[in-house]
Antibody, heavy 120, light 106 residues
Framework: QVQLVESGGDSVKPGGSLRLSCTVA????????MSWIRQAPGKGLECISY????????FYADSVKGRFTISRDNAKKSLFLHMDSLRVEDTGVYYC?????????????WGQGTLVTVSS | SYALIQPPSVSVSPGQTASITCSGD??????VSWYQQKAGQSPALVIY???RRPSGIPERFSGSNTGNTATLTISGTQAMDEADYYC?????????FGGGTKLTVL
């Protein structure tokens, strides 16, 4: 059974840092293109970062560029998102998701999400 | 930056056909995926590469994409299909989502 499990979400003050993790089971993680997609409360979906199977192609949305860092450990079947200089507008549920094949082919499955709250 | 536009809401009667559109410049030249998000749940892929259904997705879900508009069609809509639906495409750099459409089954 395929499972993506996110962790690391928490409540932090503006300017703080967090590290999110996504552990994958039931699929060949080392062949998978992965992404972080977030959803602000009551809002739509935003892909904030993605990384290819070997970590040589990385994308960041302008909203997080220079503050967030995506990485992966294929041996541990894990995806990470290090978030610095957090802002109130970074509040939301953060999902990890696997690309079906690549960025052109959609994302599935998704994890259950982890909640990040940035508030003073 | 590339934008995908969806109607905020669509209503349909049970058993009827629901159509949700997604518009973008030359969208037909890109592959479109569709996601269903039920209340309190994570999004789930229902259509990818314009027309393909992942394993486990009912046949009543279908997709098309031509010109500037992609369409998700749900035939014989059921109460369980009530959800938010998002379209998504890749513009060559960024993964772009539409704003989402709330499907109400009246």
């Amino acid at each position: 059974q395929v499972q993506l499990v996110e962790s690391g979400g928490d409540s932090v003050k503006p300017g703080g840092s967090l590290r999110l993790s996504c552990t994958v089971a039931g699929l060949t993680f080392g062949d998978s293109y992965m992404s972080w997609i977030r959803q602000a409360p009551g809002k739509g979906l935003e892909c904030i970062s993605y990384i290819n199977d070997v970590g040589t192609t990385i994308f960041y949305a302008d909203s997080v560029k220079g503050r967030f860092t995506i990485s992966r450990d294929n041996a541990k079947k894990s995806l990470f998102l290090h978030m610095d200089s957090l802002r109130v507008e970074d509040t939301g549920v953060y999902y990890c998701a696997r690309a079906v094949w690549n960025w052109n082919t959609g994302f599935g499955p998704w994890g259950q999400g982890t909640l990040v709250t940035v508030s003073s | 930056s590339y934008a995908l536009i969806q109607p905020p809401s669509v209503s349909v009667s049970p058993g009827q056909t629901a159509s949700i559109t997604c518009s973008g410049d030359k969208l037909g030249d890109k592959f479109v995926s569709w996601y269903q998000q039920k209340a309190g749940q994570s999004p789930a892929l229902v259509i990818y590469q314009d027309t393909r259904r992942p394993s486990g997705i009912p046949e009543r879900f279908s997709g098309s994409n031509t010109g500037n508009t992609a369409t998700l069609t749900i035939s014989g809509t059921q109460a369980m299909d009530e959800a938010d639906y998002y379209c998504q495409a890749w513009d060559g750099t960024a993964v772009v989502f539409g704003g989402g459409t709330k499907l109400t089954v009246l």
